[in-house]
């Protein structure tokens, strides 16, 4: 039985305890990610061994990158072959990794602009999801309008790599600042309808996580390079 897409009849009130059985199991998940990136973060700050591996050498910067990569589409693509096991493990490893490498975040932006971003992230990361979780609206068109500003975004910071522009890196964080709220609300309501279809179980609060750390990440990293003072 496919543990993602378990379906059958349910009343209501099963199909409500199933959804606020799974988001508490999301945000559980999502919030022990973010906790090991932000240890893994405050880790590799006090070495200055591993600060200058991951700083210095930009082979082992993009190594590590790549690897993100890697593990972010193998739990998104194959997470139905994978063992519940196995998925935790990769969802870890990813949020170590993330950890390490957003440790350079510290060295371009002074404390309390990190902090004070982190803060408003929060704040709107978490009104955006409790609006996907209470509405009554089908969210369902906003999928392909908000996967095509995120495809927009990515080419547009690729080409920015070259281009170098402030002008259109302040454009491009403002755009994604707006992509990744909307998203937080659409992956949020997602994961409520996976409920009420019969998702349960700890792979589903995983790929959940997955979904809404990155949401959360990215919004963070978007209203950091907007606002953000640098050192």
Known sequence: MNELNTSYTRTAGQVIVKQNTLIRQVYAWMGAGLAITALMALITLSSPAVLEAVVGNRLVFYGLMIGELALVFTLSGAINKLSTSVATLLFIAYSALNGVTLSV?????????????????????????????????????????????????????????????????????????????????????????????????????????????LDFINLFLMLLRFTGNRR
């Open 105 to 213: 975040v510290a060295l371009v932006y002074t404390a309390n602009s990190i902090s004070s971003t982190f803060v408003t992230t929060a704040g709107m990361f978490g009104a955006m999801s409790i609006y996907g979780y209470v509405t009554k609206r089908d969210l369902t068109s906003w999928g392909s309008f908000l996967f095509m500003g995120l495809i927009g975004v990515v080419i547009a910071s690729i080409v920015n790599i070259f281009v170098a522009s402030s002008a259109v890196s302040w454009i491009i964080s403002g755009i994604g600042v707006i992509v990744f709220t909307g998203l937080t609300a659409y992956d949020t309501w997602k994961i409520k309808e996976m409920a009420a279809q019969g998702a349960e179980g700890r792979k589903p609060a995983i790929l959940g996580a997955l979904t809404l750390y």
